[in-house]
C-alpha cells in the first residue's frame, strides 16, 4: 500500500485571497464628534439712538439757519467744521453701539446719516460760502435714495423711522439746491431741516425717557413685535441668537 502524501498548505495571506468578515474582525467605526459647548455672551448697553438723533437735530437746525439766511453765509465753513467736530463722531458712536445692539437698522440708518453730514461739512469748507456743488447735490440724492432702505425696515418703531424718513426728505431737498442752485430749493430744504430737528429732537427724548424709566413715557410707535421686545424675559430675548451674525458661519 502507497502512503497518501501530505496535503500542500496554501498561505490565504500570501495569495491575497479574501476571507470572510465577521463580525469580531469588523474595523470599528468612528467615534461619534464630540459636542463642543459654546457659550454666547451678551453685554447690556445704553440705548445709542438718542445719542445719534439729537446730533441730527444740531446740525441739521445749524444748516437751516445758513439756508433760511438767519446767520450771514459766511458763517457756512463755522457750521461745517462744527458739524465735523460734533455731529459726525456721535453720529458714528451711535452706529457702532447699535449694531453692538443687534439692532442693524439704527446702525446702518446713523451711519448713513453720519456720512452724508461729513460729505456735506467737507465740501462746505473747500468751497466758497455760498457756492453749489452738483457732485454734493448726487451725493445727497444717493442717500436720500438708500436712506429708504432702513426706513422702511425700521417701520417696528416709527419715531425712529420718522428720523429716518424726515432726513431722506431733507438731504433730497438738499441735493436738488445743489444741483441747480435754486433759491425756493435752499428754502424748502431750510425748512425740512427745522421739521427734521424737532422730530429728532422728540425722538430721543421718548427713547431716553423709555430707556430711563424702563417703561414707555412718550409714545415711539412700537408695533406688537417691537413692543414684546420690551417685556419677553432674558431667555426669549436670546432666541434664536444662533443664527445672528457674528454666531453663524458667515453673514
Known amino acids: 500500500m502507497t502512503p497518501s502524501r501530505p496535503s500542500p498548505s496554501v498561505d490565504v495571506a500570501a495569495v491575497g485571497i479574501p476571507l470572510p ?8 467605526r468612528p467615534p461619534a464628534p464630540a459636542t463642543v459647548p459654546v457659550r454666547v455672551v451678551l453685554r447690556p448697553i445704553g440705548t445709542p439712538l438718542p445719542l445719534g438723533m439729537l446730533g441730527q437735530a444740531v446740525a441739521s437746525l ?5 439756508q433760511l439766511s438767519w446767520i450771514p453765509v459766511t458763517q ?8 465735523l ?11 457702532g453701539f447699535g449694531f453692538l445692539a443687534r439692532d442693524a437698522v439704527a446702525g446702518t440708518g446713523t451711519a448713513l446719516l453720519a456720512g452724508a453730514w461729513a460729505a456735506t461739512a467737507v465740501t462746505t469748507v473747500v468751497t466758497p460760502p455760498g457756492s ?8 445727497l440724492l444717493g442717500v436720500s435714495c438708500v436712506l429708504l432702505v432702513p426706513t422702511s425696515a425700521g417701520l417696528h418703531k416709527v419715531a425712529a423711522a420718522a428720523v429716518l424718513l424726515m432726513s431722506s426728505v431733507r438731504f433730497s431737498l438738499t441735493g436738488l439746491h445743489e444741483l441747480t442752485a435754486a433759491v425756493g430749493w435752499q428754502r424748502a430744504a431750510g425748512w425740512a431741516g427745522l421739521v427734521l430737528a424737532l422730530v429728532s429732537t422728540y425722538s430721543a427724548l421718548a427713547f431716553e425717557l423709555e430707556s430711563t424709566h424702563g417703561r414707555t413715557v412718550l409714545p415711539v410707535g412700537r408695533s406688537q413685535g417691537a413692543r414684546a421686545a420690551e417685556d419677553r424675559g432674558l431667555a426669549q430675548q436670546a432666541e434664536g441668537v444662533q443664527h445672528e451674525a457674528g454666531v453663524r458661519k458667515v453673514l
Request: no cysteine; net charge neutral.
Open 62 to 66: 445749524s444748516l437751516s439757519a445758513v
Open 21 to 28: 468578515m465577521s463580525a469580531s474582525t469588523s474595523p470599528p
Open 76 to 83: 457756512s465753513h463755522v457750521v461745517a467744521w462744527s458739524v
Open 85 to 95: 467736530a460734533l455731529t459726525v463722531p456721535l453720529q458714528l458712536l451711535a452706529a
Open 132 to 139: 453749489t456743488s452738483p457732485g454734493l447735490g448726487v451725493v
